[in-house]
């Protein structure tokens, strides 16, 4: 069964320092999502690819948060400079399309900002 | 914004009892999805339901759109049923909303 992947599974950075995420999207699925989860709470969407472009990326911090898609397959997400407050959880899903179609959802990658 | 309410947030059960996770949502959604997040922090897909009644070996789920709720059961739970279980429900252009989740314990 094609499944999403990401890398690193777990991440320790210090504070200040620029740390990246990667997402492979299960094949044939136009659209990407990254979201961030802190403890004890929901998953909240940072930032929605259609294909190569941004669909919505109006909770994504841009001071120091950056993702791009540029080939519309896989997906960086980059955090510079990291700060405490960024320690998260970092999922990656995606869907055959934009509108009500089922998403899924990868194994994340557990950031500790310390 | 739409909001997601999810009850009860925590739940203990004995192994082989059956509980229902309750999830309300305060506007209309194109669709709506429950996950399992594993104690890796996985979200392993449960239900795309939109609308209607679906069942999957001891789980089943309905949603009242109409009504705005969803709700999940839980037959004959296992310890390994133990987790947190998200409903989520879509909005404009896919943007999902989870809810703060159920935390479900098994006990053996």
């Known amino acids: 069964e094609a499944e999403v992947a990401q890398s690193p599974r777990y991440k320790i950075t210090e504070k200040s320092q620029a740390v990246a995420f990667w997402c492979d999207p299960i094949s044939g699925h136009a659209t990407l999502y990254w979201y961030r989860q802190i403890l004890g709470q929901g998953p909240e969407l940072l930032v929605q690819f259609q294909d190569e472009s941004v669909v919505d990326d109006s909770q994504l911090p841009k001071d120091r948060f950056s993702a791009e898609r540029l080939k519309g397959v896989d997906s960086t997400l980059k955090i510079q400079p990291a700060e405490l407050g960024d320690s998260a959880m970092y999922l990656c899903?995606?869907?055959?399309?934009?509108?009500?179609?089922?998403?899924?959802f990868g194994p994340g990658t557990r950031l500790t900002v310390t | 914004g739409i909001q997601v309410e999810q009850s009860p947030p925590d739940l203990i059960l004995q192994e082989g009892a059956n509980s229902t996770l309750r999830c309300n949502f305060s506007?209309?959604?194109?669709?709506l999805q429950w996950f399992h997040q594993n104690p890796w922090g996985q979200l392993i897909n449960l239900f795309y339901?939109?609308?209607g009644t679906k069942q999957n070996g001891r789980l089943s789920a309905t949603t009242v759109a109409t009504e705005r709720y969803s709700l999940l059961y839980i037959s004959s739970s296992q310890t390994t049923d133990s987790g947190v279980y998200f409903c989520?429900?879509?909005?404009?252009?896919?943007?999902?909303?989870f809810g703060a989740g159920t935390r479900l314990t098994v006990k053996p």
């Open positions: 339901i939109p609308s």
């Open positions: 899903a995606s869907s055959y399309a934009v509108k009500a179609y089922e998403q899924y």
């Open positions: 989520a429900v879509e909005v404009d252009n896919n943007d999902m909303r």
């Open positions: 506007d209309s959604v194109n669709n």
